[in-house]
């Protein structure tokens, strides 16, 4: 190859690099100003909350650390905005348009649920994923699209087939999942099972829809994970109060121990309280589920029903009805007591669903959203690490018992 040959390579290389880098730019660009109009919508709708100088409750907060989406063009980093309250109340912005688990999606299979949950319609797919992916969105006509969706309706029915007596489950969680998309009859309800095996990964189990968290819906959810393989029961349960599932669980698995999710329950109980006493009570009810001892939970579980009962009534009722199920984590080992107290790890897979279907109109099939659902649940299921300190599964398996997250010597379980 002569040097004008080996010239023109060269600049054609340095001109693809330069529009590369200017549409990774522009890209970044859009993606950026996307999420300050997401931010602003969410500080828009919080503006009523104030404190009592008149200032706002809900302000911005700078960023979270800069972290890459991959696109067609490469890797886009990107700089999701955070917010902070200052009335002591939870308050987190969840990016929809860059949720957590989507930073290393690097395909459209994960891809294009991720965005059909967000209501983009079939027809319109192929330009949204356009930014996204770049060239790899090419073909995806409404028809591509529909027929990728019949196959993921295909792989969520052999998933709910799936065998699950390979594995000891030690832990399960239990959520009631409302999307606010409609089927063709009714807002559904997703009923959601999460479980942890003997090695410490943790798996959804279940997907399924129901009536309003009935019992009879949950036993029906039950009944199929114990003919799929699930025969002996998990040591301990966590979920929230309301729900029909601990009743199913009593006839399905009745030496499953109860958790009550702690978020859940804190949530209920402030409910029933004025917002200027909500801070310290919170506080207060922080101190019971942080004891390093059941001994000291105890005494602060007391000492807050002494506190509010007079005024209270209905806020300690609430807590008092679940005193056993609120406290049965110290009967587990310490190092997974974070993870056993509350159904976070649902919660957490689940936020962006929830954020998106709120927003999202129009009416889905039964099966679509199951399937939409399923598909979004299996690629955040692939970022999930271990359960910290998996290696005292074999304990709890075993039936060593534990006391305060300490395992009891020989002797003291003799006793015990």
Not at 75 to 84: A, F, G, L
Not at 278 to 291: C, G, N, T
Not at 304 to 320: F, G, H, M, N, V
Request: net charge positive; hydrophobic share 35%; glycine share 6%.
């Amino acid at each position: 190859m002569d040097n004008s040959s080996n010239e023109n390579v060269t600049n054609l290389e340095q001109t693809s690099d330069m529009l590369t880098e200017l549409i990774r730019t522009h890209a970044q660009t859009l993606i950026k100003a996307a999420l300050e109009l997401e931010v602003t919508e969410v500080l828009k709708a919080l503006e009523t909350r104030r404190l009592p100088d008149g200032r706002h409750a809900v302000c911005r907060s700078g960023f979270q650390p800069e972290r890459d989406i991959q696109t067609g063009i490469g890797p886009v980093t990107v700089k999701v905005p955070k917010i902070r309250a200052r009335d002591g109340q939870p308050e987190t912005f969840r990016s929809a348009l860059v949720p957590p688990f989507i930073k290393r999606t690097r395909s459209l299979e994960a891809a294009i649920p991720w965005l059909y949950l967000q209501g983009i319609s079939s027809g319109n797919m192929y330009s949204a994923l356009e930014v996204l992916v770049g060239s790899e969105a090419k073909g995806l006509s409404a028809n591509t699209v529909s027929r990728l969706k019949q196959q993921w309706t295909d792989e969520y029915n052999e998933w709910r087939k799936s065998d699950l007596s390979r594995d000891e489950w030690v832990y399960i969680w239990a959520d009631g999942i409302y999307s606010g998309l409609r089927s063709e009859d009714e807002k559904l309800c997703v009923l959601v099972v999460m479980g942890v095996n003997d090695r410490g990964e943790k798996h959804f189990l279940a997907i399924e829809d129901g009536v309003r968290e009935s019992t009879q819906s949950w036993q029906e959810v039950l009944l199929k994970l114990k003919d799929r393989g699930l025969k002996t029961a998990p040591k301990l349960a966590a979920g929230d109060g309301a729900m029909g599932f601990w009743a199913a669980l009593d006839k399905i698995y009745p030496t499953t121990k109860h958790q009550r999710c702690w978020v859940h329950k804190t949530r209920n109980i402030l409910n029933y309280l004025p917002k200027k006493s909500q801070p310290k009570a919170k506080e207060r009810l922080h101190d019971i589920w942080k004891a390093e001892t059941k001994k000291d939970a105890e005494q602060a579980f007391n000492l807050w029903i002494k506190t509010y009962e007079d005024k209270y009534p209905k806020a300690a009722q609430c807590l008092k009805k679940d005193r056993t199920e609120l406290l049965a984590f110290y009967d587990f080992p310490a190092v997974h007591w974070q993870s056993i107290r509350t159904t976070n790890p649902i919660e957490s897979a689940f936020a962006t669903i929830r954020h998106r279907t709120k927003r999202a109109k129009g009416c889905l099939s039964r099966t679509t959203m199951l399937a939409m659902i399923y598909k979004v649940g299996m690629s955040a299921e692939t970022q999930w690490r271990k359960l910290r300190g998996f290696e005292s599964l074999a304990k709890v398996i075993r039936g060593v018992q534990f006391r305060d997250g300490v395992e009891l010597h020989k002797e003291e379980q003799k006793a015990a």
